[in-house]
């Protein structure tokens, strides 16, 4: 792939794919600088300057897209709920360079939480909307998202896969019709429906082209704490914007509803509910990438491929580590069908630490290897000099001590005042 790719074009310093694997995981994976992936390499004899590390990590981007889409493909192939029908949940973070103010990267997660792992990833710059449409589902798979996936536009694209929908909803922005045509007012269904606490309707949505699906609006209204404090978060937003509070915001905001394809034939409104709170695992993922595998901790400036690069060769850490945990603990303890124990939270941060070892290789070097390498990382010619000590303070350290430590030997030790 590395070939294919012109990741790999001419073999110097470093020798092989494998030898550039292990320089892209260094720098990314370990969190090396690039001087000191140089220095890394020329401990073992292959004279290379940061600047030839650069160039040669910038032109990874590619290799590395393919070998994850690769990775995940043998993984999609392994991995196997062993149900009927498989839990997708899509969600997106923020990556931002450092200096930066604004995001400038988006990175886009597909993750089965039965398995609990990874199954899709897609990384977009700030331009990449959050959309259930940036992967593809099987048949009868059950794809979850937050409100932000709630577009009529990529609903029915999931639906024409043969995939079932269960998005939470702001009925604000999405249309809601019967089947003749007509608007739906789902202000006044939500009055009515105050006095149980409970909302079942059935719908169509429809996009610019005209497309429409059948879905249903599950809806559950709020405790009357958790309503006190939607309305002063809603109030405290519109002041911010310099907006008037709207009524419909104010009713919509004392309802949790969900939009699913799955009717009440397949499954009830409080089984809905219940299947929709999963969806908070994937955001248990994304924290572990964040705080175990330093995710978002970028370290190249905006608009380099370097940060691609860094980008992409984190996920595939992840996904080796999430290997490596299964190879050697399986799989049974975690998954949701079972009464579970634990997480891979510990265990994948031993895992880093073992795959961080390895990929530096210093452990095994001798004395030698440490001086070589050392010319490296020494500071380059700058008006700037690292700070010495003057000749007369130099002089004076070097003068004798031996009056001094007379004088000090004369005095009363604490042992003698003690006594």
């Known amino acids: 792939m590395a070939i294919e790719t012109h990741a790999f074009r001419r073999a110097r310093q470093i020798k092989s794919p494998r030898e550039l694997l292990r320089a892209v995981f260094s720098y990314a994976v370990a969190d090396y600088s690039l001087r000191e992936v140089a220095a890394l390499l020329t401990g073992e004899h292959r004279w290379i300057s940061d600047q030839a590390v650069h160039e040669r990590l910038s032109n990874c981007g590619a290799w590395l897209e393919t070998l994850l889409a690769h990775l995940l493909g043998e993984k999609a192939t392994q991995v196997s709920s062993q149900i009927g029908r498989s839990l997708k949940i899509v969600d997106a973070t923020i990556l931002t360079c450092p200096a930066a103010r604004g995001t400038d990267y988006r990175l886009h997660l597909c993750y089965e939480p039965i398995s609990q ?10 331009k990449g909307a959050e959309r259930f449409t940036h992967f593809d589902y099987d048949p009868l798979d059950i794809v979850l998202g937050d409100r932000i996936y709630g577009t009529a536009k990529h609903i029915i694209k999931v ?14 922005q999405l249309g809601l019709y019967t089947q003749a045509g007509e ?23 429809r996009d610019a082209e005209g497309q429409q699906a059948k879905v249903f609006i599950v ?16 109030k405290r937003s519109a002041s911010d914007k310099g907006h008037k509070t709207r ?6 905001g004392e309802w949790l509803t969900v939009l699913t394809t799955l009717g009440p034939a397949e499954l009830s409104a409080e089984m809905i509910l219940q299947l ?10 994304i924290k572990c990438l964040k705080s ?8 190249a400036s905006r608009g380099s491929q370097l940060a691609r690069v860094h980008l992409l060769a984190k996920m595939i850490s992840a996904l080796v580590v999430e290997t490596v945990a299964v190879e050697r603990l399986g799989r049974e303890w975690r998954q949701m069908t079972r009464g579970r124990r634990g997480t891979w939270f510990r265990v994948w941060k031993m895992i880093r630490d073992e795959l961080t070892e390895t990929i530096s290789g210093t452990s095994d070097w001798q004395a030698w290897q440490w001086r070589l390498m050392l010319k490296v990382i020494w500071e380059r010619r700058r008006k700037r000099k690292l700070q010495r000590l003057s000749k007369q303070v130099i002089s004076w350290l070097h003068e004798s001590p031996s009056s001094k430590l007379t004088r000090t030997s004369n005095q009363p030790s604490l042992i003698h005042l003690a006594a």
């Open 117 to 126: 792992s990874s199954c899709g990833v897609k990384l977009t710059d700030v």
């Open 159 to 172: 639906i024409a896969q043969g995939a079932d929908v269960l998005v939470r909803q702001s009925l604000q």
């Open 183 to 205: 608007r739906v007012d789902w202000q006044e269904l939500l009055i009515k429906a105050q006095a149980t606490g409970r909302l079942l309707l059935e719908a169509y949505i």
């Open 219 to 234: 809806g559950q209204r709020l405790r009357e704490a958790e309503i006190e404090s939607a309305r002063r978060q809603v």
């Open 247 to 252: 009524a419909a915001t104010l009713l919509a």
């Open 276 to 285: 929709y709170r999963v969806r908070w695992h994937i955001e248990l993922y």
């Open 292 to 299: 175990i595998l330093k995710l978002g901790q970028l370290r």
